[in-house]
C-alpha cells in the first residue's frame, strides 16, 4: 500500500473552504441521515401484510425465509440493464450472480428497480439528446422509488455511463443511511484505433467518404458488450468512483463476460453485506462520501482529463450529499494537479491501454505519493483509500489483491507526477462580459488555446452543418450556438459539431465555439467554451451577441470576452428567439417542468433546487424538539 503523504496545501485550502462553505447543509444531511438510521431495520417495521407483499415474489424458498427474520441482510439491487445498449448489456447477468452471492453469505438479495438508460452516443445530434441531461435526475427520483419499500439493509447499483452514475450517486446519497456499493460493467475490448475513427469522421464531414464507409468505422470501434473505450464522461464515472471507494480497488475497467469480471461482482455482493449494521461493521453511504471523497473524485478528473460534464454532475451529486463546490473549486484544483493520461481524445490510447499501462493502481498511487488525494477516506472495502493501489487477481480462482505497478509500463499513456504530460490539470473556467464557462484543454494543442475572431450566430446546431456546407465559415470564426442551455431545451450535447469544426481548424483557420449547450465528455481538439451561464434564455450575454461581433477565448488566461464597446454592449436588446420546436416530439414536451425549474449550469443543471434543504432544516427542527 502506498504509504500516507502530507496533503498538498491547495487541495487542503480547497478541502476546508467547502467544508466551510458547506458546514450547514452538510449538518442538515447528516441529521437527516442518521434520523432514517433509527428507524431501525426497515422490514422489521413494517406489517405483517407489507412484509408478506414484500417477499411475494421471491422463487427461492429460503429466500422467503430469510426474509421474515431482521437478523440477516437483504440488499436491494437498482440497475441500469438494458440489452439495447452496449455498456447496460452486461448487467442482464449481474441478479443471478450477486443473489446467488448472498445466499452464500446467508443473506438475501432483491432486485429493487431499474433505471432509465439513455445512450447520448445513439441520441447525438437528434432531438432525444435535449432529454439526456435532465434524464439523470428522473434516474436519481427512480433510484428512491426502487429503495422506497424500506426492504433493504443496503444497495448495490449497477451504472455506468453518462447521466446514470450520476443520478444513481444522487438516488444512493438520499438513501444515505444505507451501505452503497457501486458495481460497474467495464469496457469493451478496443476496436478500432481512435485515431482511424476520428480522420473518417472528418473526412465523412467533407464529403471525401461515403456513409457506408463511415457506418464500418464506426461499427468496428463500438462492437461488442461493455462500455465505449474512448475517455468520455461513462469513463470518467468509472474513476471517480473508485477515487472516492465506491468501487473496489481495481474494479473500474475490468472487461466484461471475464472471470475476474464475474469474481469483482460476486465480491462486492458479499462486502456491501459486511457493511451493513447487521454485520458489526455498518458503513452508510452518509459516513463514507464527504467534502474529502468529493475532492478525490475532482483531482482524479483533473489529472486523467475527464469529461467536462462532470462540472455540472458532480456539482449535483455533491449537493445531494450536504456539501456545496463550485467551478472556483475545480480551477484552483487544476492549478496543482497535473496531467497523468493520454486517453482518446486527450491522445491516441483507449482505456483498455490505460488499464494496461498501470492502470487506477498506478494513478492513484503517484497522486497518493504526491499528497493529492485524501488518503484517509473510508471506503466499501473496508479500508481507506491506500488500499487502491492494489490490483485485482484470480488465483486457483480465487480473488486477491496485490500491489500494482509502481512505474508506467507505457509513459505515452500514463506516467507519473515527476514527469506530467502538463503541470496543471485539463481544465479551465473562463470569466469576461460573456459570463462563466468551461473548457477542457487538454486535448487542445497550446497554439489552438487563444482564438479571436468574429463570431457568426446560429440559434440551432442544425443551422451549423449548411454553413459550413456552404463555405460560409471557411474563415477565423468563433461559432456560437445559444439557446442550448438547460431551461432553453435541456442543454443538449454539441458533439456533431465537432467534425465540421475540426475540418475548419486543419484548413489552417482560428476556430473556436462558444455556447451555453453542452459538449461531448470526449471534447476534442477544438478550443470550446461550454456550459456559458447565464444562458441566452435567461437573457445571458450571448443573447445580446450579433454577427461580426468580434471574441476572444483566451483559456491560457480563463478569458470569455466580446471586444464590444462596454455601453453598447449592456444597452443591446436580447434576443428573444422562440423555442417551441424543442418543446414538443419524443417525449420533450413531458419535461416542460423540468426545464422551468432547472438551475444554472454552475449549480448543476439539475431540478431538485433547494428542496431538500428546506425538507431537511424541517427534519432537524423534528429532531430538535423530539430530543427536548
Known amino acids: ?206 464529403g471525401k467518404v461515403g456513409r457506408e464507409e463511415l457506418l464500418e468505422a464506426e461499427s468496428r470501434s463500438y462492437h461488442s458488450p461493455g462500455t465505449c473505450t474512448f475517455y468520455g464522461t461513462a469513463n470518467s464515472n468509472q474513476l471517480m468512483m473508485e477515487m472516492m471507494g465506491l468501487h473496489l480497488p481495481g474494479a473500474s475497467f475490468v472487461n466484461p463476460g471475464t472471470p475476474l469480471r464475474e469474481a469483482l461482482t460476486r465480491y462486492a455482493t458479499e462486502q456491501a453485506i459486511r457493511n451493513t449494521e447487521q454485520s458489526g461493521n455498518y458503513r452508510p453511504f452518509y459516513r463514507q462520501i464527504d467534502e474529502r471523497a468529493i475532492v478525490n473524485a475532482m483531482v482524479g478528473l483533473l489529472a486523467s482529463g475527464g469529461s467536462t460534464n462532470h462540472t455540472l454532475h458532480l456539482v449535483a451529486m455533491a449537493a445531494a450529499a450536504g456539501v456545496t463546490i463550485d467551478w472556483d473549486d ?18 491516441s490510447a483507449d482505456v483498455n491501454h490505460f488499464q494496461a499501462a498501470g492502470g487506477m493502481s498506478l494513478l492513484i498511487r503517484e497522486l497518493l505519493g504526491a499528497g493529492l488525494l485524501h488518503a484517509d477516506i473510508p471506503t466499501v472495502f473496508g479500508t481507506d483509500l491506500s488500499a487502491y493501489t492494489q490490483e485485482p487477481f484470480l488465483e486457483d480462482g480465487k480473488l486477491t489483491w496485490r500491489e500494482g505497478p509502481k512505474e508506467s509500463l507505457d509513459a505515452d499513456v500514463l506516467r507519473p507526477v515527476a514527469n506530467p504530460f502538463a503541470p496543471t490539470g485539463g481544465l479551465v473556467v473562463l470569466d469576461g462580459n460573456l459570463g462563466r464557462g468551461v473548457i477542457k484543454v487538454s486535448a487542445v494543442k497550446q497554439a489552438n488555446r487563444i482564438v479571436e475572431a468574429p463570431v457568426r450566430i446560429f440559434d440551432d446546431q442544425n443551422q451549423v452543418k449548411a454553413a459550413f456546407e456552404s463555405g460560409e465559415l471557411d474563415r477565423d470564426v ?85 471586444l464590444v464597446d462596454a455601453a453598447e454592449f ?34 448543476g443543471a439539475g431540478v431538485f433546487g433547494g428542496f431538500e434543504d428546506e425538507v431537511l432544516s424541517r427534519e432537524l427542527e423534528k429532531i430538535a424538539q423530539e430530543d427536548q
Request: glycine fraction near 12%.
Open 570 to 603: 449592456a444597452g443591446r436588446p436580447s434576443v428573444d428567439p422562440n423555442l417551441e420546436h424543442y418543446h414538443f416530439g419524443l417525449g420533450r414536451e413531458l419535461f416542460g417542468g423540468f426545464r422551468h425549474l432547472a438551475a444554472s449550469a454552475e449549480l
Open 1 to 206: 500500500m502506498a504509504r500516507p503523504t502530507a496533503l498538498n496545501p491547495t487541495v487542503e485550502q480547497v478541502t476546508g473552504r467547502i467544508r466551510e462553505r458547506s458546514r450547514e447543509r452538510r449538518k442538515l444531511y447528516e441529521a437527516h441521515m442518521a434520523a432514517q438510521h433509527r428507524q431501525g431495520v426497515h422490514r422489521g417495521e413494517l406489517s405483517c401484510g407489507n412484509l408478506a407483499h414484500g417477499f411475494a415474489g421471491c422463487d427461492h424458498a429460503g429466500d422467503k425465509d430469510s426474509l421474515k427474520l431482521t437478523n440477516s441482510a437483504n440488499l436491494g439491487i437498482v440497475s441500469s440493464y438494458n440489452d439495447m445498449l452496449s455498456a447496460h448489456r452486461p448487467f442482464e447477468s449481474y441478479p443471478e450472480i450477486i443473489k446467488q452471492a448472498a445466499r452464500g453469505m446467508g443473506s438475501t438479495a432483491q432486485f429493487a428497480g431499474g433505471v432509465p438508460a439513455m445512450c447520448d452516443g445513439v441520441t447525438q445530434g437528434m432531438p432525444g439528446m435535449e432529454l439526456s441531461l435532465f434524464s439523470r435526475d428522473v434516474i436519481a427520483m427512480a433510484t428512491a422509488v426502487a429503495l422506497s419499500h424500506n426492504m433493504f439493509d443496503a444497495a448495490l447499483y449497477l451504472g455506468i455511463c453518462d447521466k446514470i452514475v450520476p443520478g444513481l450517486f444522487i438516488g444512493a446519497a438520499r438513501f444515505g443511511h444505507l451501505p452503497a456499493v457501486f458495481v460497474p460493467g467495464g469496457p469493451m475490448p478496443s476496436g478500432l484505433p481512435n485515431d482511424e475513427k476520428a480522420r473518417i469522421r472528418q473526412l465523412y464531414a467533407e
Open 330 to 347: 475545480f480551477t484552483a484544483l487544476s492549478a496543482v494537479v497535473p496531467s497523468l493520461t493520454r486517453i482518446y481524445p486527450n491522445g
Open 478 to 562: 468563433v461559432v456560437v450556438v445559444r439557446f442550448q442551455g438547460p431551461k432553453a431545451n435541456g442543454m443538449p450535447e454539441l458533439h456533431k459539431l465537432t467534425p465540421f469544426l475540426g475540418v475548419l481548424q486543419d484548413r489552417g483557420y482560428k476556430v473556436a465555439l462558444v455556447t451555453d449547450g453542452r459538449m461531448s465528455g470526449a471534447s476534442g481538439k477544438v478550443p470550446a467554451a461550454i456550459h456559458v451561464t447565464p444562458e441566452a434564455v435567461d437573457r445571458g450575454p450571448l443573447a445580446r451577441l450579433r454577427d461580426g461581433d468580434v471574441v476572444r477565448l483566451d483559456a491560457e488566461r480563463g478569458e470569455l470576452t466580446a
